[in-house]
């Protein structure tokens, strides 16, 4: 059965920092992986989907890495923002399967 | 920007009650899914559907629950009786076909009471 974690639980940096957040799943049989951003109380927004066959995403200042084997992914965010202060959340999805999520981040950049 | 709505997004409703939360998906796209996220909890995958047809469930979908696409937009979920325990965040989510990029709607706030 697919389980998945990310550390760390919450991070609080200050603005312009480059920051990691990390994503591990235990079943590296995964067909693609998505990661999320939920702000409080409201919904998930997309932000980056790798498949299993990509090492890399890029989005605007976000980049997303996938090591299949060793089942994990991180999610890199450059020069960050007091605007992307929410929580960021890794889904997995093996072939066939729907989404495991992960409990997700707690991001706060502060000003 | 396409994007999956749901309604409403907020209910109040008292135990043993049943509630029909409702999504309009992306237009184009064939699979549709509900997922919850009980408070400070995990989101955890509901039912997948396709083709007018549940495709996949979880343990937690019981008999409690169904799924239906009445006519060609939209997409409900349907708790029979309430418990207290179903209070949460429920999220469509719809996908063009079955491993494509997923996007999911602002949610619905099911409060039990």
């Known amino acids: 059965k697919q389980e998945v974690t990310q550390i760390p639980a919450a991070l609080s940096v200050p603005e312009g920092e480059n920051l990691v957040l990390n994503c591990s799943f235990t079943?590296?049989?995964?067909?693609?992986l998505q990661w999320f951003r939920q702000d409080p109380g409201k919904g998930l927004t997309s932000l980056l989907l790798?498949?299993?066959?990509?090492r890399e995403q890029t989005s605007g200042r976000l980049n997303a890495s996938l090591d299949k084997s060793s089942g994990r992914s991180t999610l890199y965010i450059a020069a960050s923002q007091p605007g992307d202060s929410a929580t960021y959340l890794c889904?997995?999805?093996?072939?066939?399967?729907?989404?495991?999520f992960g409990p997700g981040t707690r991001l706060s950049v502060l000003p | 920007e396409p994007e999956v709505t749901q309604t409403p997004s907020h209910q109040v409703t008292q135990m043993g009650q049943e509630v029909i939360l409702r999504c309009v998906p992306i237009?184009?796209?064939?699979?549709f899914y509900w997922y919850r996220q009980i408070l400070g909890q995990k989101v955890e995958f509901l039912v997948s559907?396709?083709?007018?047809?549940?495709?996949?469930k979880s343990e937690i979908f019981d008999d409690q629950f169904s799924v239906e696409r009445p006519d060609g937009s939209n997409f409900t979920l349907k708790i029979r009786s309430t418990k207290l325990e179903d209070s949460a965040m429920y999220f469509c989510?719809?996908?063009?076909?079955?491993?494509?990029?997923?996007?999911f709607g602002q949610g619905t706030r099911l409060t039990v009471v």
């Open positions: 989510a719809s996908s063009e076909i079955m491993n494509t990029e997923a996007f």
């Open positions: 079943d590296s049989a995964i067909y693609n």
């Open positions: 790798i498949q299993s066959s990509q």
């Open positions: 889904a997995v999805k093996n072939y066939g399967q729907n989404f495991v």
């Open positions: 237009s184009n796209h064939l699979y």
């Open positions: 559907f396709y083709n007018n047809e549940i495709s996949e």
